[in-house]
């Protein structure tokens, strides 16, 4: 917002000072010689002092314009910039998480896999060890000395 008005101020006060310098060309707008000056129809008459007044209220509106659009454009600048961080953090954030996501997948590859080596082990010789699709923490049907949750297995006696 800052920025646009910056931009109608500035606008205004080049198009004011052109219309100005264009508008009062010639030897019958001298001031010296007393005639006067006019800007879009308006007929300004007096002295260079107030003409001279005018061209320093049109440059100060100018300046304050260009104000306006410096600080439009370093804020716009600045909230791009934060922007980029955030979304720079927010990629960062997703690939945290994409780690933490494969390496509990990891994790479990690995306890499943260690879940079907003690099956295997426990299994007396010349048998396979039984499939299921139960997953490796629930509780199993064989007695409670020899359950074996989270891949772990009793010891032998």
Request: aromatic share 4%; no cysteine.
């Amino acid at each position: 917002m800052i920025l646009i008005l910056g931009l109608i101020i500035l606008i205004a006060a080049v198009v004011i000072g052109l219309a100005g310098i264009f508008g009062n060309t010639g030897p019958g707008h001298g001031l010296g010689a007393g005639g006067d000056f006019s800007i879009f129809g308006y007929h300004a008459t007096g002295s260079t002092g107030a003409l001279f007044l005018i061209g320093i209220i049109v440059g100060a509106a100018a300046l304050l314009g260009l104000a306006l659009v410096m600080m439009g454009v370093r804020r716009s600048a600045r909230t791009r910039r934060r922007m980029g961080t955030s979304r720079r953090e927010a990629k960062a954030i997703d690939r945290e998480h994409e780690h933490a996501r494969e390496r509990e997948e990891l994790i479990r590859q690995r306890d499943d896999a260690r879940a079907e080596t003690a099956a295997r082990d426990d299994a007396p010789a010349g048998t396979a060890a039984p499939v299921t699709d139960a997953p490796p923490d629930a509780p199993s049907d064989a007695p409670h000395g020899r359950s074996r949750w989270f891949g772990h297995r009793t010891a032998h006696r």
